[in-house]
């Protein structure tokens, strides 16, 4: 295939938001890229018992990656066949048609990714499974409840591709209870566990920080499920607003769970050069 031949969207043939949304589909798709690489390549650079962490983070990035990857081409096949279309309702019914299948793609990531940063969250304050089942496996099911309640929500559509508003608040209203029960299992697991003498400052601040970003920027999500069924929203600043969700929830947790591990490995490497040390004569 020539160059010459690959359509490349502009603002003058699709108009400029729908440019600058696919702009950030490829600028998290990038992210996703290099967090991937970051988290393998830095592996020894953490505590032992935070190597676990890396490797959530590049499994996270990975599957983000592949899902950003047939996001942006899904949306950039949708801008090639807007290019063609003059008709201001015809380009509307096409973009809101393309949003609802892009939002399959996104619950999918959001099944395999959202367990992986809980239990990358968890890690931090180091709870081991076996000692705490119950506890675990109450986070990961509600999380579960929550996407899969969430993408049932998305799927109340009518024949014609149109929302069905009040069912789909009614499964946001469920989808919601998982997103509560998550929130106050990461209360409890911070009352707990945090304040134990084997967690160390580093990762008390690591643990804190990851659980306010799951309160505050997960919130995201809900509040552009809501937008969808008000008339008058151009779906393309949602995008816009997960695409950026996305990248601060999976690019952002991950550096901070890297930098709270490679504090407390660095601390024990400082302990270790100033120890006292006997001679045996």
């Given at each position: 295939?020539?160059?010459?031949?690959?359509?490349?969207p502009?603002?003058?043939?699709?108009?400029?938001?729908?440019?600058?949304?696919?702009?950030?589909?490829?600028?998290?798709?990038?992210?996703?890229?290099?967090?991937?690489?970051?988290?393998?390549?830095?592996?020894?650079?953490?505590?032992?018992?935070?190597?676990?962490?890396?490797?959530?983070?590049?499994?996270?990035?990975?599957?983000?990656?592949?899902?950003?990857?047939?996001?942006?081409?899904?949306y950039?096949?949708?801008?090639?066949?807007?290019?063609?279309?003059?008709?201001?309702?015809?380009?509307?019914?096409?973009?809101?048609?393309?949003?609802?299948?892009?939002?399959?793609?996104?619950?999918?990531?959001?099944?395999?990714?959202?367990?992986?940063?809980?239990?990358?969250?968890?890690?931090?304050?180091?709870?081991?499974?076996?000692?705490?089942?119950?506890?675990?496996?109450?986070?990961?099911?509600?999380?579960?409840?929550?996407?899969?309640?969430?993408?049932?929500?998305?799927?109340?559509l009518?024949?014609?591709?149109?929302?069905?508003?009040?069912?789909?608040?009614?499964?946001?209203?469920?989808?919601?209870?998982g997103?509560?029960?998550?929130l106050?299992?990461?209360?409890?697991?911070?009352?707990?566990?945090?304040?134990?003498?084997?967690?160390?400052?580093?990762?008390?601040?690591?643990?804190?920080?990851?659980?306010?970003?799951?309160?505050?920027?997960?919130?995201?999500?809900?509040?552009?499920?809501?937008?969808?069924?008000m008339?008058?929203?151009n779906?393309?600043?949602?995008?816009?607003?997960?695409?950026?969700?996305d990248?601060?929830?999976?690019?952002?947790?991950?550096?901070?769970?890297?930098?709270?591990?490679?504090?407390?490995?660095?601390?024990?490497?400082?302990?270790?050069?100033?120890?006292p040390?006997?001679?045996?004569?």
């Amino acid at each position: 295939m020539e160059f010459a031949h690959t359509f490349l969207p502009t603002a003058a043939s699709v108009g400029l938001l729908p440019v600058i949304t696919w702009f950030f589909m490829l600028i998290a798709l990038y992210a996703f890229i290099g967090n991937f690489i970051f988290a393998l390549s830095t592996r020894t650079s953490v505590a032992p018992e935070h190597r676990i962490s890396r490797n959530y983070t590049a499994i996270i990035a990975a599957v983000a990656g592949i899902s950003y990857f047939l996001i942006q081409s899904y949306y950039h096949d949708m801008l090639e066949e807007l290019a063609h279309l003059s008709d201001p309702d015809k380009r509307l019914t096409l973009i809101n048609r393309s949003y609802n299948a892009i939002g399959q793609l996104r619950y999918m990531d959001w099944a395999v990714t959202t367990p992986l940063l809980l239990l990358k969250i968890v890690s931090m304050v180091k709870i081991r499974y076996r000692d705490h089942q119950l506890l675990i496996n109450t986070l990961l099911i509600a999380d579960f409840f929550m996407i899969l309640t969430g993408y049932i929500g998305e799927q109340q559509l009518s024949v014609d591709n149109q929302i069905l508003v009040v069912p789909k608040l009614i499964w946001g209203a469920v989808s919601t209870i998982g997103y509560v029960i998550v929130l106050l299992t990461l209360w409890r697991i911070w009352r707990t566990f945090a304040q134990s003498s084997s967690v160390h400052p580093e990762e008390r601040w690591g643990f804190r920080l990851m659980a306010l970003m799951t309160a505050t920027f997960w919130g995201v999500y809900p509040i552009g499920y809501i937008l969808t069924t008000m008339e008058g929203v151009n779906l393309n600043w949602i995008h816009i607003a997960f695409s950026v969700a996305d990248i601060i929830n999976k690019v952002g947790v991950g550096a901070i769970a890297f930098q709270a591990a490679e504090q407390v490995l660095e601390r024990r490497v400082s302990e270790a050069a100033t120890a006292p040390y006997h001679t045996v004569g």
